[in-house]
Nanobody, 118 residues
Framework: QVRLVESGGGLVQPGGSLRLSCAASGSIFSIGPMGWYRQAPGKQRELVAT???????NYADSVKGRFAISRDNAKNTVYLQMNSLKPEDTAVYYC????????????WGQGTQVTVSS
């Protein structure tokens, strides 16, 4: 069984920073793409950023230049550094990891709340 444990959310003022972490443990191997998604109240879940096993990153236009995704393959962990946070960044943030060989598996974290407010 695979567990994805997120941490790092919280309340921050506009312009502030937070760093999210998502650590995978259990029977996980050959980790492929890792990513962060978010869901604001009344809205659909949307992609924030992804990083491939080779380190190629992709960002939503709304966070480009402010957020940075990275991964530590030795720790099976993906990070999201969020700078210059705005109230519209308020959402529950979820990590997603894809792993496996011929058969691919997908797992989601439990979600962590990020609230940007003065």
């Amino acid at each position: 069984q695979v567990r994805l444990v997120e941490s790092g959310g919280g309340l921050v003022q506009p312009g502030g920073s937070l760093r999210l972490s998502c650590a995978a443990s259990g029977s996980i191997f050959s980790i492929g793409p890792m990513g962060w998604y978010r869901q604001a109240p009344g809205k659909q879940r949307e992609l924030v950023a992804t990083v491939t096993s080779g380190g190629t990153t992709n960002y939503a236009d709304s966070v480009k230049g402010r957020f940075a995704i990275s991964r530590d393959n030795a720790k099976n962990t993906v990070y999201l550094q969020m700078n210059s946070l705005k109230p519209e960044d308020t959402a529950v943030y979820y990590c997603k990891i894809i792993w496996g060989g011929v058969r691919r598996y997908e797992g989601w974290g439990q979600g962590t709340q990020v609230t940007v407010s003065s």
